[in-house]
């Protein structure tokens, strides 16, 4: 893999702290985090210790002080090492800069220091059993009353659910208004929190190591003062302008997947030999991985594009929904294409490639389904 334009000494050297963090501290501990369905508490904070969380966020709230290069770096690293168990793109690349862009500053260092440390989960809570991509329609429900919301419904498919503190909750404060009804508010949470419940930890077809949750609100407080923003119906508007970045990581981690995909299968059909010669040899193993490579390095030229343009402020929400259909959608095709070429080997999940396989698919639905993607961009038009 080429070093990407965007990747400073100090980028790379905080990528081969976290390739070493992950290889040898996370991978190891797979099976166990897969049999749970979460990750221990442990590993986050050792990841805290080594400054591997919340690495873009300002050092005055315990973070690393970098960009979001830096943030790149250990997710990529963290993907690349197979060790998908801890969702730190959710928490760092994600909810920190949720608080980071809206939370008062005495919320900030109260919440941004403990993040970084592994101390305190994060989670975003969006997606319902009845409301996916179209978030205008969630149902869960904050009403002001006194001093503080009162907070009913449930969320699903809830990355960090299981671990996390801290629960950023998409909620209509205005019913009937549509998108203008929509509020984020931060509950701090534990498994004794009157009025918040967690649901099964759910199983996945892939990602069995990663924590994915139902949650349940029935009553919740929440002080007034944890509505992001400090006024009732800037949730949606806050959604749209953070979602950018998401749907840019969930490029990255498509990315990772996909080199990832070739490099494993170049060395497989090195080594496995068919017909009296390496695989590699067969023509038509040649002309595979010459295609899957040439969309590896295309797609790669695409992301770090758009990671220059992001780092400039200039990444529009039309080019991050490109990459994160388009990237994506090659993924899943790459990874299939290398299946094949593994053979029966290549539905064994002792191999990487089988991982890669189970674990990607989701790609294309989460952080907004492809399709809607096409949708954002053809309004773009």
């Known amino acids: 893999m ?3 334009s965007w990747a400073t000494d100090d980028v790379e050297a905080l990528r081969d702290l976290a390739k070493t963090f992950f290889t040898q501290e996370a991978l190891p501990r797979e099976d166990e985090f897969a049999a749970q369905g979460f990750p221990g508490k442990d590993l986050w ?5 080594l400054g591997l969380l919340c690495a873009s966020i300002p050092e ?3 973070g690393g002080g970098g960009t979001f290069a830096h943030e790149m770096a250990v997710i990529e690293a963290q993907t690349r090492s197979g060790a998908g168990a801890m969702a730190i793109v959710v928490h760092a690349g994600i909810v920190a800069h949720y608080l980071n862009a809206y939370a008062t500053e005495e919320q900030k260092l109260r919440w941004l220091p403990r993040m970084a440390s592994g101390e305190l989960i994060g989670a975003i809570a969006m997606t ?3 409301t996916g991509s179209d978030l205008q329609s969630i149902a869960t429900k904050a009403v002001r009353d006194g001093d503080g919301y009162v907070i009913s419904g449930a969320k699903t498919f809830i990355t960090n659910g299981h671990n996390a503190g801290l629960v950023i909750v998409a909620a209509k404060t205005g019913p009937g208004e549509g998108a203008h009804g929509v509020s984020l508010l931060v509950a701090e949470v534990g498994d004794d929190t009157p009025g918040f419940q967690r649901g099964r930890v759910l199983k996945k077809v892939g990602q069995h190591s990663t924590d994915t949750a139902e949650l349940f609100f029935d009553g919740l407080r929440v002080p007034a003062e944890n509505l992001l923003g400090g006024t009732e119906g800037q949730g949606f508007v806050q959604l749209m302008v953070q979602l950018p970045q998401e749907r840019l990581l ?3 981690i498509g990315m990772a997947m996909l080199e990832s995909a070739v490099e494993h299968t170049v060395a497989y059909t090195k080594e496995r030999e068919a017909f009296g010669r390496p695989l590699f040899k067969l023509q038509n193993t040649r002309f595979e991985l010459a295609e899957c490579a040439t969309i590896a390095r295309v797609a790669r030229v695409f992301l770090d594009d758009c ?5 400039a402020g200039e ?3 039309a080019t991050a929904s490109m990459a994160k259909y388009w990237i994506t959608d090659r993924q899943t095709e790459v990874v299939d294409r290398c299946v094949q070429l593994h053979g029966g080997y290549g539905y064994m999940l002792e191999y990487p490639i089988a991982r890669l396989f189970a674990d990607g698919r989701i790609q294309r639905i989460y952080g907004g389904a492809n399709e809607i993607m096409k949708e954002l961009i053809a309004r773009s038009l």
């Open 2 to 4: 080429s070093r990407s």
């Open 250 to 252: 969930v490029a990255a």
């Open 45 to 49: 904070r050792a990841a805290g210790k």
């Open 315 to 317: 990444l529009d929400a």
């Open 60 to 62: 005055e709230y315990g």
């Open 307 to 311: 990671v220059e343009k992001h780092l």
């Open 128 to 130: 319902e059993p009845g």
